[in-house]
């Protein structure tokens, strides 16, 4: 009876070392590779957001780790960051002011006026990051929110500054935004699909063209003429526009009434500033109408004095600088 349970015993055994050898080896190496299968696409929009780390425009190293409670010091920050799937609990009073913006985020609190925001009220909020512009206050103010960095940086609050002028500094903001926020679908969205729209606008330039022109910025308080360097500007090179101011120098000091009929431009194209536009084209057209030679310039006569929507070309337009190129060409060129 020992001998024979010792034989049951041996062979019980030999079938489980069988077993064990004969299961395939690639078994044992399958249940990790499974555990770290890439997620869906459902579960990358879900995913968190981890440290970015990037320059900004006045050459700091600013990190932040998806960032919950942001205040943006400018109007058309606000709109973009919320435009790359972002928050706010604070803004500038232009971004909910402004024509143009339109902020969603619920409860959001102003920090003050753009040109002079208010460093305790950004405080407050317990921030854990802040958008600003490199800029200087405008308006004619020596203000700027750079002389706030130390403060924040103290505080112990991440701060970028960031100066948009052309659609390419758009983009730039928004590769920035939409890394920060994981969203690179509204890249696409919001500035992706806007720069190949703009490329088909620029295309379709007529060649051997080149028409003149002078852009204005009225106010109550007067006229300012703007360089290729300024937002409007650069956009009029792109489609082919010789900017006169760009020749005549001196009409970006002081605005010349008689260098302007001695140019004689193709197209003045004028963009009303401050609350009141309806006064500061009155304005204008007062100061250009007491002229009878203003009567006699070629763009007056051939109805190419053209006033530009203020929320297209002095706020900035984020996602319809398409819109903004388009109505441009329209203007010199006649619609695509």
């Given at each position: 009876m020992l001998i024979l349970?010792?034989?049951?015993?041996?062979?019980?055994?030999?079938g489980c070392g069988q077993q064990a050898t004969d299961a395939p080896a690639a078994d044992s190496a399958a249940a990790p590779e499974q555990q770290a299968a890439a997620p869906d696409a459902a579960d990358a929009d879900d995913a968190t957001p981890g440290p970015v780390t990037f320059t900004d425009d006045l050459g700091h190293e600013v990190t932040v780790d998806n960032p919950q409670r942001v205040v943006a010091c400018m109007g058309s920050f606000a709109n973009a960051w919320e435009l790359a799937g972002g928050t706010l609990v604070g803004v500038s009073d232009d971004a909910l002011q402004a024509e143009g913006f339109t902020i969603a985020s619920p409860d959001?609190?102003?920090?003050?006026?753009?040109?002079?925001?208010?460093?305790e009220a950004i405080i407050a909020l317990d921030p854990d990051f802040v958008i600003?512009?490199?800029?200087?206050?405008?308006?004619?103010?020596?203000?700027?929110?750079a002389d706030l960095r130390d403060a924040l940086v103290a505080s112990n609050i991440p701060v970028a500054y960031f100066e948009v002028t052309t659609f390419d500094d758009y983009q730039r903001l928004m590769e920035t935004f939409t890394a920060i926020t994981g969203r690179e679908d509204?890249?696409?969205?919001?500035?992706?699909?806007?720069?190949?729209?703009?490329?088909?606008?620029?295309?379709?330039?007529?060649?051997?063209?080149?028409?003149?022109a002078l852009v204005l910025t009225t106010f109550s308080g007067g006229t300012r003429v703007q360089s290729s360097g300024t937002q409007t500007g650069a956009m009029l090179a792109d489609l082919g526009v010789r900017n006169l101011a760009d020749?005549?120098?001196s009409l970006l000091k002081d605005f010349s009434l008689e260098a302007v009929i001695e140019l004689d431009p193709d197209f003045i194209f004028v963009i009303p500033m401050g609350?009141?536009?309806?006064?500061?084209?009155?304005?204008?057209?007062?100061?250009?109408?007491?002229?009878?030679?203003?009567?006699?310039?070629?763009?007056?006569?051939?109805d190419r004095y053209i006033t530009?929507?203020?929320t297209l070309f002095l706020s900035k337009p984020n996602e319809r600088w398409d819109e903004a190129y388009t109505a441009l060409f329209d203007a010199l060129y006649g619609q695509k």
């Open positions: 349970s010792g034989a049951v015993l041996a062979l019980a055994l030999v959001v609190a102003t920090v003050g006026d753009f040109a002079s925001v208010n460093l600003m512009t490199s800029g200087t206050g405008g308006r004619g103010g020596d203000s700027s929110q509204l890249y696409e969205q919001n500035a992706g699909a806007v720069a190949a729209a703009i490329e088909d606008v620029k295309a379709a330039v007529p060649a051997g063209e080149a028409p003149t020749e005549n120098r609350n009141d536009a309806e006064a500061a084209t009155r304005s204008l057209m007062e100061a250009t109408a007491a002229n009878p030679a203003w009567e006699a310039l070629s763009a007056v006569q051939n530009l929507d203020p």
